[in-house]
């Protein structure tokens, strides 16, 4: 299952353009960065199902909407291959800040050709994917046709593109024109596959062998035999998440100051929290030494929700104790209690609204637990059994005087 999350974050231009970050429903194994096709959105099928599909292998995607485009600020007319660059860069600097920098980057035509062009500047990324990409930015114009002519005359002209009007520049012609993608894919030290069909009648066959060519190893080609170039089909874009996934894994690998439940320290009698380095507040617990657990904040305040907030594990220890203890109490009493549920909340309320607080002002912290008692208890025994649910140790520490220290270890 995935969980989709709209943001919005500062592209190259100063404009904010619109997000989508798609997180699989479990651990986060790394984050990928899709680039759409020139005057797609982020929300084409080929990115969607992409997405859909890489989040089913624990790897979350952020695809964006380019500056002008789809829900974006921002004038077309004013962009250029060079500002979606930049637009790519920006997008990275915004997962390492608030998530996590991304490990792979994918691009779909013309954002294929982008994400090789933004691979040097996006220093974490590992492993770089295109799928129907042009080896030159400059095979856009080709979309243009009889309207070169006019933009390079008159500085500007009105292209019907996917059935839609655009705006074109002369400075756009002359920014691809200026391209020199060949000479980046020749130094761009990191993994690179490739992705392109033979029968693709808008970016040729040609243009993944001259990306090939001009690629050093590692470098990987597959082909997408009778897809078309917006991969139109389910089962193409469904193909090449399960191949991305597949080809990426040995590129993903943690790297220096990422912990795994493997290093952790641990003592036999006492907790360790660790920060794994998977996120701005994702961390890793010892509990002595023998179970391994995770604690994060949830996507709306910046976390990668891939473990239980700190909260969370307080509403957990209160609530197994209670169960516990009632189990302890009604087995000792020889009650026939099947079986005990504790269903707990966490807020914070003002104090005036508090009707049982010694507080008067401010906020105070609310914990309300619902008790469910499953079995042919009397309701004198349902009473009692509830009653000492209020006497675990747990509900003792949280409702009497805590002392607490710290040491700052060298």
Aim: glycine share 8%; charged share 25%; hydrophobic share 40%.
């Amino acid at each position: 299952m995935t969980n989709s999350q709209k943001i919005t974050f500062s592209g190259a231009l100063g404009d904010e353009l619109a997000a989508r970050l798609d997180m699989p429903d479990g651990e986060v194994r790394a984050y990928a960065l899709f680039a759409h096709c020139f005057t797609c959105t982020k929300d084409i099928f080929a990115a969607s199902r992409i997405a859909d599909g890489l989040t089913a292998h624990g790897i979350a995607v952020l695809r964006f909407d380019f500056t002008g485009l789809g829900a974006s600020e921002g004038e077309f007319a004013n962009t250029n291959f060079t500002s979606n660059v930049g637009d790519l860069v920006a997008a990275a600097d915004y997962m390492r800040k608030h998530l996590e920098a991304p490990k792979i980057l994918i691009g779909h035509s013309l954002g294929g050709a982008a994400v090789l062009a933004a691979a040097p500047d996006i220093k974490d990324a590992q492993a770089v994917c295109t799928i129907g990409a042009p080896s030159d930015p400059g095979h856009v114009a080709n979309n243009f046709s009889d309207a070169v002519k006019r933009i390079e005359a008159e500085g500007e002209a009105e292209v019907t593109l996917v059935g839609r009007p655009f705006r074109i520049k002369k400075q756009f012609l002359d920014d691809i024109r200026a391209q020199k993608l060949k000479d980046v894919i020749a130094h761009l030290d990191k993994a690179l596959l490739i992705f392109h069909s033979p029968i693709d009648n808008i970016v040729g066959i040609d243009n993944a062998r001259e990306i090939y060519e001009a690629a050093k190893h590692p470098k990987s080609f597959v082909t997408l035999d009778d897809a078309d170039h917006l991969l139109s089909k389910r089962a193409d874009a469904g193909y090449c998440a399960n191949v991305i996934a597949a080809w990426a894994e040995r590129y993903l690998e943690a790297e220096p100051g990422q912990a795994s439940t493997d290093e952790i320290a641990s003592i036999e009698d006492g907790v360790v929290v660790e920060e794994s380095g998977r996120g701005r507040y994702a961390n890793i617990v010892s509990v002595g030494g023998r179970h391994m657990l995770k604690a994060d904040e949830p996507l709306s305040v910046g976390g990668n929700d891939s473990g239980p907030t700190p909260y969370d594990y307080l509403l957990t220890a209160l609530g197994a104790c209670k169960s516990m203890t009632m189990r302890m109490y009604a087995e000792r009493k020889g009650w026939p209690l099947d079986r005990a549920r504790v269903t707990l909340r966490h807020e914070k309320i003002h104090a005036e609204d508090c009707e049982t607080c010694e507080t008067e002002k401010g906020m105070v912290d609310l914990i309300e637990a619902d008790i469910e008692l499953l079995g042919e208890l009397t309701d004198e025994q349902r009473q009692k059994i509830f009653e000492i649910a209020e006497r675990c140790p747990v509900h003792q520490t949280l409702t009497h005087e805590v002392s607490m220290t710290a040491k700052l270890i060298k």
